[in-house]
């Protein structure tokens, strides 16, 4: 083949990678708004204006799309939350500087419909099968990024006696209900999950 | 009127009763797995083998059968978990005796997709509407129900130093975690919250 041919398969593949991109973005806002089931090839085609018939051979099939969707939203998760928070010390420090860049993400919001594993876990927590264990694997994934900060802290006498786990577990929950009372207009929302961090890093005096 | 042609009405009206009471109950099950939007007079007719039209009669609109469905998941939430919690003396004992009801409920479950609240509100925290100011207002009034429990403890100076709002909105963003946690088959998730419980039930020693 000459390389003039080469460019147009490139530049077509280009154009594939941008428009599989564009689309992607957009079914994640659709999902953080009204859930992973509300997508459609259908839907998105006339949300996009462009041919049905190209979005399904992009994905041929929904629960790909879906896949793709939740990687996505992991991937602009990581970017505006987690790398921004790798700046700072490990423990103590590092685990505020999460929480602020999840309140920020959860405030702003970076997806239109809020949290999108607030939004999504629900959904499909009755539901086994692949989107249900991505979703599953990264809450899992984001829990053990707290827990390790935790142990971290914990290692530095900050924070003694505490089961890292259990308050992971206790964290993410907070947050998670703070995504609720946001999108249901609490502006107290987020004063309340720094309150909390607060009591849980404060240094365990005596039992438990 | 001959009291005979009574008694057929009042036959009617009861069975009118009995059939609504079999589809919002048919309804709420159904909410409870696959939300509130999943909900479709079509779909519950064929579930229930009904003619379309008598269950459209019933409830006129999608929104006035979603509103019937979230007050009767309210009315089953308070006989299975709080009127029997309101045998123990208020404080400390109710309140445990209300989050053991509570897991149980979530574990049993007394929805097939467990907590009704954790499954609806998340789909509908971003939407405006009578369905979302039901929801929440259940909501808040189920952290209300624990924050109350938590004042007599403390009155009773068990649990001094306090913030009985905070500790309630922690309880039920622990709870609402738990139940996604039960949905994804983890075994541990009711000793969690109990030692989530424990911890913000032992006395408060010192600051914060």
Not at 122 to 131: N, Y
Not at 150 to 155: F, Q
Not at 158 to 182: E, H, R, S, W, Y
Not at 187 to 203: E, T
Request: glycine share 8%; with cysteine.
């Amino acid at each position: 083949m000459s390389p003039v041919s080469e460019d147009v398969r490139d530049g077509r593949l280009l154009r594939g990678l941008r428009s599989r991109r564009t689309i992607v973005r957009h079914a994640v806002d659709t999902a953080s708004l009204e859930g992973l089931d509300g997508l459609s090839f259908g839907r998105l085609a006339t949300d996009l204006d462009v041919g049905k018939s190209s979005i399904q051979t992009l994905f041929a099939t929904k629960e790909k799309l879906q896949l793709a969707v939740i990687e996505a939203a992991r991937e602009a998760f990581e970017e505006a939350v987690v790398r921004p928070a790798l700046a700072e010390p490990r423990g103590a420090e590092r685990l505020r500087a999460l929480v602020e860049r999840w309140l920020a993400y959860a405030e702003q919001p970076l997806f239109p419909g809020g949290c999108f594993w607030a939004a999504n876990l629900p959904e499909f927590d009755s539901r086994p099968g692949p989107v249900r264990d991505m979703l599953a694997g990264q809450q899992r994934a984001w829990r053990e990024r707290i827990a390790a900060e935790l142990r971290h802290s914990h290692g530095a006498g900050t924070t003694a006696g505490l089961d890292a786990d259990l308050t992971a577990f206790q964290i993410d929950a907070v947050l998670t209900a703070a995504n609720t009372a946001m999108r249901l207009g609490d502006d107290a929302a987020a004063a309340k999950v720094r309150r909390v961090l607060d009591s849980l890093l404060a240094p365990a005096s005596g039992g438990g």
